[in-house]
Every structure is written in structure tokens, then in C-alpha cells.
């Protein structure tokens, strides 16, 4: 009951952002006390009331700001009385000025938020101060995640000075996949973000529902995709192909217990349905992908892998590559992993890209899996299976994106790319 009360104000908030709100009007709105509904907003939502008005007008501010529109102009408009204090509220809310913020990042319209699809529950900055007791690094600056080619922000994770980051969820056996996994990779040799143990040796901390836990912070860069389509771009999609070949022979000796997905079975009993009549697809390639891939998906090998090798969570330097977040480990087909790399390039590039560069991207799709092959060695049925596993992952996340309000713009691109690819699929093919 409490949280369809909460979506209500939610969405009251976020259609008055330019108007004077406050917690009187919102509270008497719910049929609240003013008391109960700041203890309620705040266990709902994880944030106090105001500092979540204050979060989305600025995130929709820096939005605007980022569009063209004159900064002191939407200052004003969100409540500010000058810039300076637009500015200063920013920096102490993301650690980062507007102007900082605007070269980093590509920003994007601050989605709406839904109680019912969100998987974490906002965390402070202050929470998150209070929890590093636990690690002795309480007075370390807190400061948002944001994945530098898309602008989104990391709902489920803190860096924590320069060192470190603090990383949370509800589901305990996600974190502890994290972990495990780092932990052996690290054990491994290669370059990792290892669990830090608390003052008192504990792997994690467990409060108010969530779960935390701290690891280094690597200190590479994030793959920028932009780069893939410079001089020299081939060179590093093959090099990220190796990475990921050198990270699956290493994933394969891992004895962890995962939950073990049947990508075929997904695309057509869940992903297939739920698109149909979203997109057009030759009715060949459909009676193809169910014949052909049908044949082919019980001869794959499959492992450990990490299922989620966007460009966000590969980190590069220049004598040393990591890979994080590992928490959608499972056991899959070994070649999810470089096909899943390469349509997430794609994604982050075709919503502005002209057509040439669209056909670049084919290019830096077959250098990754060249790559990949030089150090794994694929077999005739992975290579035959390859482009079916391409146009699965986009099932799959265009069925996924679709069922998402916040994800309507990846919604959007993903199936244009799903489309855009079906009428290239020849293409795809590895030799």
C-alpha cells in the first residue's frame, strides 16, 4: 500500500519540479502526517524527501543545460535563486561542477522512476558514510558512478575516495557472485577488483534489507567507444576480443554454483512472444533462427561466463585490462560474452550514428570475435552459431527494454538495431 502511495508523490514531484513543493502539500496528498510520511518516503524510496526533489531537479537542470538552454535561465526554472547555488548543489550532490559534469558524461533525460521496476532502493551519500565505519574510511569522499559512454548513473554503486568502491544490492547471492568471482580471477593473476575485508574481517555488511560490500577500484579507464571508430579502432576491437578470450579461459576453470540459462529457450518461449508484432523480421531468417540455431545451441560449450561485458565494465590501462561487476554471472554458451560486447558498442553509438558508420561497427564486431578466437579457439559450430547469438541478445534486450519505463530510448534503439541487423545478417557471419 505504502509504495503506490509513494509512485503517486513520485509522480506528482517529478510534474512540478519548476513549482514550489513541499513536504506539507506532499504529506497531506498521501492522507499522512507530516512525521509518518517523511519516515515513510524515506524507507520507500531510501532517500529523504527533499534531497530526492533536490536530486531530480538537478539531474533535469544539467539535462537542459546540456540541450542549450542558458544555465542561469534554468537555475531559476528549478528553484534556484542564482547559478551559484545551482552550481554549489550540484558539486556537493555528484562531487563533480556542471561544467565537469557536461565533458565527462553524454547526459540524458532523467527517466522517470517506478517503485515497481526499480531493483534497488536509493542510497545516500550519507548512508554510505555511515556503513564505511565499517572499513575505518568514513571520511573518504563519496561520489556517484556514471558509465561514461552512456551517462547513466550506477544505481548500486559508490566510488569511495581514489581507491575504492562500495558496491550494494537486496539480493545477497548476487553480491556474493561478485565477490567470488573477483576473488578468483584476482587469484588468477589477472587484474581484478578484490573484496575488501571489514575492520573486523567480514566479506560484507548486511543493514536495513541491503547488502554492502568494498572493492579496489582499478585504476584503468573505461572502454570509450568513440575510439573504436578512429584510426587504429580494429587494432583495439581485436584487443578487446582477446581480453574477453583471455577472461573466458580463465572463467572456465571457475567452480562457482550459478544458475545455468538456456539462451535458445529464452529467445523463443519469452523474448519472441513477448516483440511480436514490435519489429519485422524476414520470415526466413525466423525459420532459420529455429531450425539452424535450434540444431546448433546443444552443441556449444558452455561455462562460467560474465554476461554483462559492456564498454562500462571493461577497464583498460595502458600494460593492464580488468573487467568488473560480475553479479549477472551464470553458466551460459562461452560465446555470449564477445557477442554480447559487440552489440553493446553498438548500442551506445547508433542512435547518432550515420549510415557509414553503422557499417564500420560490422567491422569491429568481426575483429572482437577474431580476437576472441586467436586465444580461445572456436569451433565450426561457434562460428556457424555466432550471428544467431547476436540477433538473440537483441531479442532479448529488446523484450527486456520494452517491459522498462526508464529504458524507452534503449527501447527504441534496440529494436532499430534488431531490425537494422536482421537486413544485414549475411554480414555477421564469421569465416
Same mark, same amino acid.
Request: glycine residues 6%.
Given at each position: 500500500?505504502?509504495?503506490?502511495?509513494?509512485?503517486?508523490?513520485?509522480?506528482?514531484?517529478?510534474?512540478?519540479?519548476?513549482?514550489?513543493? &513541499?513536504?506539507?502539500?506532499?504529506?497531506?496528498?498521501?492522507? /499522512?502526517?507530516?512525521?509518518? @510520511?517523511?519516515?515513510?518516503?524515506?524507507?520507500?524510496?531510501?532517500?529523504?524527501? %527533499?534531497?530526492?526533489?533536490?536530486?531530480?531537479?538537478?539531474?533535469?537542470?544539467? #539535462?537542459?543545460?546540456s540541450?542549450?538552454?542558458?544555465?542561469?535561465?534554468?537555475?531559476?526554472? +528549478?528553484?534556484?535563486? &542564482?547559478?551559484?547555488? /545551482?552550481?554549489?548543489?550540484?558539486?556537493?550532490?555528484?562531487?563533480?561542477?556542471?561544467?565537469?559534469?557536461?565533458?565527462? +558524461?553524454?547526459?540524458?533525460?532523467?527517466?522517470?522512476?517506478n =517503485?515497481?521496476?526499480?531493483?534497488?532502493?536509493?542510497?545516500?551519500?550519507?548512508?554510505i558514510?555511515?556503513?564505511?565505519?565499517?572499513?575505518? =574510511?568514513?571520511?573518504? $569522499?563519496?561520489?556517484?558512478?556514471?558509465?561514461?559512454?552512456?551517462?547513466?548513473?550506477?544505481?548500486?554503486?559508490?566510488y569511495?575516495?581514489?581507491?575504492?568502491?562500495?558496491k550494494?544490492?537486496?539480493?545477497?547471492? &548476487? *553480491?556474493?557472485?561478485?565477490?567470488?568471482?573477483?576473488?578468483?580471477?584476482?587469484?588468477?593473476?589477472?587484474?581484478?577488483?578484490?573484496?575488501?575485508?571489514? =575492520?573486523?574481517?567480514?566479506?560484507?555488511?548486511?543493514?536495513?534489507?541491503?547488502? +554492502?560490500c568494498?572493492?579496489?577500484?582499478?585504476?584503468? $579507464?573505461?572502454?570509450?567507444?568513440?575510439d573504436? #571508430?578512429?584510426?587504429?579502432?580494429? &587494432?583495439? !576491437?581485436?584487443?578487446?576480443?582477446?581480453?574477453?578470450?583471455?577472461?573466458?579461459?580463465? *572463467?572456465?576453470?571457475?567452480?562457482?554454483?550459478?544458475?545455468?540459462?538456456?539462451? @535458445?529457450?529464452t529467445?523463443?518461449?519469452?523474448?519472441?512472444?513477448?516483440?511480436?508484432?514490435?519489429l519485422?523480421?524476414?520470415?526466413?531468417? $525466423?525459420?532459420?533462427?529455429?531450425?539452424?540455431?535450434g540444431?546448433?545451441?546443444?552443441?556449444?560449450?558452455?561455462?562460467?561466463?560474465?554476461?554483462?561485458?559492456?564498454?562500462?565494465?571493461?577497464? =583498460?590501462?595502458?600494460?593492464?585490462?580488468?573487467?568488473?561487476?560480475?553479479?549477472?554471472?551464470?553458466?551460459?554458451?562461452?560465446?555470449?560474452?564477445?557477442c554480447?560486447?559487440?552489440? !553493446?558498442? *553498438?548500442?551506445?553509438s547508433?542512435?547518432?550514428?550515420?549510415?557509414?558508420?553503422?557499417?564500420?561497427?560490422?567491422?569491429? @564486431?568481426?575483429?572482437?570475435?577474431?580476437?576472441?578466437?586467436?586465444?580461445?579457439?572456436?569451433?565450426?559450430?561457434?562460428?556457424?552459431?555466432?550471428?544467431?547469438?547476436?540477433?538473440?541478445? $537483441?531479442?532479448? !534486450?529488446?523484450?527486456?527494454?520494452?517491459?522498462?519505463?526508464? @529504458?524507452?530510448?534503449?527501447?527504441?534503439?534496440?529494436?532499430? %538495431?534488431?531490425?537494422? %541487423?536482421?537486413?544485414?545478417?549475411?554480414?555477421?557471419?564469421?569465416?
Amino acid at each position: 500500500m505504502y509504495r503506490n502511495i509513494i509512485q503517486e508523490s513520485i509522480e506528482y514531484i517529478e510534474a512540478h519540479l519548476k513549482s514550489e513543493l &513541499t513536504v506539507k502539500e506532499l504529506s497531506e496528498r498521501a492522507g /499522512f502526517s507530516l512525521f509518518h @510520511y517523511y519516515r515513510v518516503f524515506q524507507s520507500v524510496v531510501g532517500m529523504p524527501v %527533499m534531497q530526492y526533489i533536490l536530486r531530480r531537479r538537478l539531474l533535469n537542470g544539467i #539535462y537542459e543545460i546540456s540541450c542549450g538552454n542558458k544555465m542561469v535561465d534554468v537555475a531559476f526554472a +528549478y528553484g534556484f535563486d &542564482t547559478y551559484a547555488g /545551482f552550481y554549489k548543489a550540484f558539486l556537493r550532490e555528484f562531487g563533480r561542477t556542471p561544467a565537469q559534469f557536461l565533458k565527462t +558524461y553524454k547526459v540524458k533525460k532523467p527517466y522517470g522512476i517506478n =517503485l515497481f521496476q526499480e531493483e534497488h532502493r536509493m542510497v545516500t551519500h550519507k548512508k554510505i558514510a555511515e556503513i564505511l565505519r565499517n572499513w575505518g =574510511l568514513e571520511k573518504e $569522499q563519496i561520489s556517484d558512478i556514471f558509465y561514461e559512454g552512456s551517462g547513466n548513473r550506477n544505481d548500486s554503486a559508490f566510488y569511495v575516495g581514489e581507491q575504492y568502491v562500495i558496491k550494494f544490492s537486496a539480493n545477497m547471492q &548476487t *553480491l556474493k557472485t561478485h565477490m567470488e568471482l573477483s576473488r578468483v580471477l584476482g587469484e588468477a593473476g589477472l587484474w581484478s577488483a578484490l573484496p575488501v575485508k571489514t =575492520l573486523d574481517g567480514k566479506d560484507h555488511i548486511a543493514e536495513d534489507g541491503l547488502f +554492502y560490500c568494498l572493492t579496489r577500484r582499478l585504476a584503468g $579507464q573505461q572502454l570509450q567507444v568513440g575510439d573504436l #571508430y578512429e584510426e587504429g579502432g580494429m &587494432t583495439k !576491437a581485436r584487443y578487446i576480443g582477446e581480453v574477453l578470450g583471455h577472461l573466458s579461459l580463465a *572463467l572456465e576453470k571457475v567452480d562457482v554454483p550459478l544458475q545455468e540459462a538456456d539462451l @535458445y529457450e529464452t529467445v523463443t518461449n519469452w523474448a519472441i512472444p513477448k516483440i511480436k508484432g514490435k519489429l519485422m523480421l524476414p520470415t526466413k531468417l $525466423q525459420v532459420d533462427y529455429r531450425e539452424i540455431f535450434g540444431r546448433l545451441y546443444r552443441t556449444l560449450p558452455m561455462q562460467t561466463i560474465h554476461r554483462d561485458p559492456n564498454p562500462g565494465n571493461l577497464i =583498460l590501462a595502458e600494460e593492464k585490462w580488468g573487467v568488473i561487476d560480475f553479479e549477472l554471472s551464470e553458466r551460459n554458451i562461452r560465446i555470449f560474452d564477445p557477442c554480447y560486447a559487440a552489440t !553493446a558498442i *553498438l548500442s551506445e553509438s547508433f542512435a547518432d550514428a550515420e549510415q557509414g558508420k553503422k557499417e564500420k561497427w560490422i567491422a569491429i @564486431y568481426q575483429n572482437i570475435l577474431y580476437g576472441y578466437d586467436a586465444v580461445v579457439r572456436l569451433t565450426a559450430e561457434e562460428k556457424q552459431a555466432i550471428p544467431y547469438v547476436v540477433l538473440s541478445n $537483441q531479442l532479448i !534486450a529488446t523484450a527486456w527494454f520494452m517491459e522498462q519505463d526508464k @529504458y524507452r530510448e534503449l527501447y527504441e534503439i534496440n529494436r532499430n %538495431m534488431t531490425e537494422w %541487423m536482421a537486413g544485414r545478417f549475411e554480414k555477421l557471419k564469421i569465416k
